[in-house]
């Protein structure tokens, strides 16, 4: 197996003002991270845990090697909170996957409750539990799970990076199969909307991850967004040389616009689009897109105006003609 297209996607929401997610999409690495904190902390905390996250090398392996990820982003949010009073308190959520396609497997960190999902067959399997209050409530039988979905204290988080000295990472390793798409995601979109429909949204994108992403965040949107919402999808390919699977490699093509899938959400909202190369062609240059919604009507705009042209000397030879 391989890593076959990758996409990532983050966007403020319809709620907040500032977004405090962070993601990585850069295969073999894909993160979530969701900031918390007063003033432009939890922005902080978030960029901290992803840059320590990048460090991540050829050497680093497994679910041991993503909670050692985990664990020295921690320590260095914790020292910048006790440098910088502004960002005392300040903590975000990780949730890693870090993909070994040798093994045939992912491995996964992760604390807080942003989320990783496999969909297999159609089936849509939750791999991380939430570090929240509701979550606890849920495991002791006080919360089903329809009451925890709309619980006042449905984004209170029970585990955070950056907040102690030390954290504890929920890490371990799930298989991988040509035809599995992962799925790590901001409490933004598992708030707002609910695995089946995220199961759907996904299929319906036919293994389009580009798509699929910007699909899930707008259909976030159109529930209210109420939070930064952040998607990282990848796909797992077979290895590639003959034709049937190749076609399934290729790198994402350029998506034609923002706009044109964002429920005709036309507003200037931050909204980052992050599409890699696929693993084995080069990461080092422009690997990943930062494009901010573009109108779709730029391709129609410039036929109508190659048409005037063409109309306009058709014209001047008639013109030439009759006189
Ligand atoms: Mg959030």
Redo the contacts with the bound molecule.
């Keep these: 197996m391989r890593i076959g297209r990758a996409a990532g996607v983050t966007d403020t929401g319809r709620r907040r003002l500032r977004n405090e997610?962070a993601f990585i999409c850069e295969p073999p690495l894909f993160a979530v991270a969701?900031g918390m904190g007063g003033a432009r902390a939890g922005e902080i905390a978030a960029g901290l845990a992803a840059a320590a996250l990048e460090e991540a090398d050829a050497e680093t392996r497994g679910a041991r090697g993503v909670e050692a990820l985990i664990v020295e982003a921690n320590r260095r949010i914790w020292e910048r909170a006790l440098e910088d009073p502004a960002t005392a308190g300040m903590g975000t959520t990780v949730t890693a996957a870090l993909v070994d396609a040798a093994a045939g497997t992912v491995a996964i960190g992760h604390v807080g409750d942003s989320r990783a999902y496999r969909l297999r067959n159609g089936v849509l399997e939750q791999l991380t539990t939430d570090h929240s209050l509701v979550a606890e409530l849920v495991e002791s039988g006080i919360l089903t799970p329809e009451e925890a979905e709309h619980h006042p204290q449905r984004?209170a988080i029970t585990r955070a990076l950056g907040t102690e000295p030390s954290v504890e990472v929920d890490a371990f390793t799930v298989d991988a199969r040509p035809g599995d798409v992962f799925l790590i995601c901001?409490?933004?979109l598992s708030a707002m909307v609910d695995d089946k429909e995220v199961a759907s949204v996904v299929e319906g994108a036919e293994r389009d991850v580009a798509r699929a992403a910007e699909a899930l965040v707008a259909t976030a949107n159109a529930h209210g967004g109420e939070?930064?919402v952040t998607v990282v999808l990848f796909d797992i390919a077979a290895e590639s040389s003959d034709g049937a699977v190749g076609a399934a490699a290729q790198p994402v093509a350029e998506e034609p616009a923002v706009a044109e899938t964002a429920t005709g959400d036309t507003t200037a909202d931050p909204h980052v689009v992050a599409e890699p190369e696929q693993e084995d062609a080069p990461s080092e240059a422009g690997a990943s897109l930062r494009r901010h919604g573009a109108g779709p009507g730029g391709r129609l705009a410039a036929i109508l105006f190659i048409l005037a042209v063409l109309a306009l000397g058709a014209l001047a030879l008639y013109w030439g003609v009759v006189h």
């Design positions: 997610d969701d984004s901001s409490d933004g939070d930064n």
